[in-house]
């Protein structure tokens, strides 16, 4: 098993920044890839940013340029900096790992971008 714990949600008005961090622990052996995803009231959970064990990237292409997604697997924990807020980026957020073939996520942390 492999517990994620998400934190850095808040609010914060337009332009502005958060960094949500993600931690895992358990069974993180084997973890291969880290991602956020998000979902707002009344729409399917989206992908926004994934990280391989090797370091490569992919986001979505609605937060290319403003969205960083890291990693420190000394601390098991997967970063997520969010710059140039937009109100439609308001949504819960959640990590999610990839181990052996099971996902495992995480219970949210909530972003609200205010215009």
């Known amino acids: 098993q492999v517990q994620l714990v998400e934190s850095g949600g808040g609010l914060v008005q337009a332009g502005g920044s958060l960094r949500l961090s993600c931690t895992a622990s358990g069974s993180i052996f084997s973890i291969n890839a880290m991602g956020w995803y998000r979902q707002a009231p009344g729409k399917q959970r989206e992908l926004v940013a994934s990280?391989?064990?090797?370091?490569?990237?992919n986001y979505a292409d609605s937060v290319k340029g403003r969205f960083t997604i890291s990693r420190d697997n000394a601390k098991n924990t997967v970063y997520l900096q969010m710059n140039s807020l937009k109100p439609e980026d308001t949504a819960n957020y959640y990590c999610?790992?990839?181990?052996?073939?099971?996902?495992?996520w995480g219970k949210g942390t909530l972003v609200t971008v205010s215009s």
């Open positions: 999610r790992a990839s181990r052996v073939g099971l996902y495992y």
């Open positions: 990280i391989t064990s090797g370091g490569s990237t």
